[in-house]
Each structure stands twice: as C-alpha cells, then as structure tokens.
C-alpha cells in the first residue's frame, strides 16, 4: 500500500511541475491574441510566485487545520481551477485573477508534500520526487506546443493540463483515507536519522518557541535563498552568457543551458540511488562543492566547450542539495516544527529564485553579462559557508546535549 499511496504522490508532483513551465512557451501567442505588452508575462509570473510565497508561509498552519491529504485536495482543485480560468480567459484582468489561486494552489501542495515525504520516506524518494518535477516541467511545454500552432490554440494547451489536474484531484479524493493510514504504518526512517532527529526535537520541543526562533533555522534559509538564486540565475542569464562572451549561437546557447537542466534531473534520479549508503549531509556538502568547481569553470578563459562543461557540473552538483536540504529538515529541527519550517524554507527559495536573477540583470546592465560566472560562484561559496556553519551548529549542540551541557545560539 504504501508503494502504491507513494506513486500518488510522485503523480502529483508531476502535475505539480506541469504548470510550471506553460506560461513561458505559450506566450508569444497569448500576448498576440490578447493584445498585451511583452513585459506583461512577469507581471504574471511575480503574482504567480507571491501567491506561491504566502501559501508556503502559512502551510505550517494549513497543514495542522486540514492534514496533508485534504490540502494537497484543496490545492489541487484551487490549481486546477485556476488552469481552467487561463483556458477561458476573456482578458488580461482575468488571467491576474487566475494567478492568484494558480500560485496559492502550488505553494500549499509544493510544501505539504515535501514534508510528509521528509517525516514518512526515506531519502531516495525526495530526491526522486523532484525528479518527477522535473518530468512534469518539461512536459508542460510539450503539451503546449501541440496546440499553439492555430489561432486561440494556446487556450485548448491549458485546457489539457486542466483536465491532468481534474483527474488528479478525483484520485486524490478516492484515496484520501490513505493519507493518515500510510503515515501511522510507515516507519522506514533510517536509524542514525531518527538518533539525530531524537536531539533535534529536544532541541525544539518547547511549545513556546516559535519556529523562526529554532536554533539553526535562519541559517538553514540563508542556504535555500541561495541555492535557488544560483538555480534560477544559470536558467534565466546562461544562454545570453554563451552568446555575448563566449560567442556561441543562440541556438547552441540555448542547448547547453537545457542540457543544465538535464544534469539536475538526472542527477536527481541517481543521487536517490545513492542515498542507500551516503547520508543526506554528505551529499549536500559534495554537491555544492561539485557546483562551486563547475561555477569556477565558467571563470576561466577557456574554450566554450569548457562553459558546457561548467554548466552540466553546475547542474550535477546542484542536483541533491534542494532535495536533500529538505528532506533533513525534521532530522534537523524535529518534527514538531517541521511543517512550519518546510514552508518558510520553501517560500525562502521561491524570493530566492525570484529576486536573484533580476539583481544579475540589474548588476549586468551596469557591468555587461560579464559578471555572470563571477556572480555564480559568489551565491555558491555563500550557500556552501551557510551550509557548513549550520552543521557545525547542529553538530556543537547535538554534542552539548549528549554532555548534558547546555547549550544556546
């Protein structure tokens, strides 16, 4: 039952995922139906992601009215709404309104789920989990360019994902009795985790303490904030990169930074192999070196072929570190905050992955596309120092408590 109830979950992740990736390929179209400005598509795309940024900050205390199962339903249905208004939109009015659930929607799902797998699975299936986002994110395009060849076709592209998303929310309502059965069976934590995650819920046990005020915490989102701003920067800023300083085309720019992504979505899927016998502290130490050495790559005056190099390390080295950050969240903190403190993670990388990429292009606009690589490598030494200063910490107070010391930070 459980392997069955975990396809569900990876099944809505995909649908997760799909969303993500349509506005994108079907604006040029949208903006010619709808007589719209081409900066109108960040408009939608800051109001998709500040409706993602509130759902996420106030998962911890959805998550504790509703469960895991009715609000990944809620969201679900809220998203897939939200896809059908896109899909009958008479206006630009309308598309707004419709973001504002679209992204609400895909907050609340995005951090409930992450945290039930982080407390009920092991950490393969985090990694695998967001390698199922990933298949939903590239499929969305996909979807989307068998319609937009004909006129209003873009609408019946939406109108596919919706119609995914529908379906989802009737499997979810069927199966949502198994939710609270699954987690009560489930006891797959690893050992050494559940001995840390003990020290950690001494650490943040205390019902007073607010979960922003857990020792720790606040180091842990510095490490998000940066992760997804050195994530998005590479998607949004690489290719112009390869085209203006190293000379490449577009086209072939264009390439190198997909086969980026291919790098984060493969080394997903074999970093949840790896996991059976690397613990999650290992792999994220490993892969933010392994992206620092790619950035450093992009540095120096080498032949292009030497950026793609630097482009697929930087991918593969980014690959474990989100997924694994998040599933050591409980093992970090405890579990009684951990809801709480998966959602204010989450709504961290979302400012991260929505403010960093524009300070690039602010910085470039001064500077020329020249400080890129330069840039990358600053956000990953920054995530890197963050990281290690929090291990440290946890590790300063796990000791503390095994001395019977007591200790503050």
């Not at 900050?57 to 998203?79: D, V």
């Not at 997804?228 to 949004?236: D, H, K, M, R």
Request: aromatic share 12%; proline share 5%; hydrophobic share 50%.
């Amino acid at each position: 039952m459980a392997t069955f109830f975990l396809l569900i979950i990876y099944m809505a992740f995909i649908s997760l995922g799909l969303p993500d990736s349509l506005l994108g390929s079907a604006w040029p179209v949208m903006q010619t139906d709808l007589g719209a400005p081409l900066e109108t598509a960040g408009l939608l795309f800051m109001t998709v992601t500040a409706g993602t940024i509130v759902s996420s900050m106030a998962s911890g205390t959805l998550l504790k009215w509703f469960g895991t199962g009715k609000l990944t339903l809620i969201s679900c249905i809220m998203t897939a709404g939200a896809l059908l208004g896109f899909a009958v939109a008479p206006s630009l009015v309308w598309l707004m309104l419709c973001a504002i659930p679209l992204g609400l929607g895909g907050g609340a799902v995005d951090a409930g789920l992450n945290n039930y797998v982080a407390a009920h699975y092991k950490a393969h299936h985090m990694s695998w989990l967001h390698c199922f986002w990933g298949v939903g994110a590239t499929f969305g395009p996909i979807i989307m360019a068998q319609y937009i060849s004909g006129p209003d076709s873009w609408r019946d592209g939406y109108l596919t994902v919706a119609g995914i998303q529908f379906a989802l929310v009737i499997l979810l309502f069927v199966t949502l009795p198994l939710w609270n059965r699954v987690a009560k069976n489930n006891h797959t934590a690893l050992s050494e985790e559940k001995e840390d995650l003990h020290g950690a819920e001494d650490r943040g046990a205390d019902s007073s303490v607010k979960p922003l005020r857990v020792r720790g915490v606040k180091l842990a989102l510095v490490s998000f904030l940066f992760y997804s701003g050195v994530e998005a920067t590479i998607g949004l800023w690489g290719s112009s990169f390869l085209v203006n300083m190293k000379e490449v085309p577009a086209a072939v720019g264009a390439q190198w930074v997909s086969l980026y992504y291919a790098g984060i979505t493969i080394g997903r899927m074999v970093t949840g192999f790896i996991t059976f016998k690397v613990a999650n502290r290992t792999l994220i130490r490993a892969g933010q070196i392994t992206a620092l050495a790619g950035a450093v790559l992009l540095i120096l005056p080498l032949p292009p072929v030497f950026s793609l190099a630097g482009f697929m390390i930087t991918g593969l080295g980014l690959a474990p570190i989100y997924p694994c950050m998040l599933h050591e969240t409980p093992v970090r903190f405890g579990r009684k905050h951990s809801q709480s403190i998966m959602g204010y993670q989450m709504a961290v990388a979302y400012v991260g992955s929505t403010f960093m990429p524009p300070l690039l292009g602010f910085l470039a606009s001064l500077f020329g596309i020249g400080v890129f690589p330069f840039y990358i490598v600053l956000s990953a030494a920054a995530m890197l120092l963050f990281s290690e200063k929090l291990n440290a910490f946890l590790t300063a107070g796990k000791n503390a408590l095994k001395n019977n010391t007591t200790f503050t930070g």
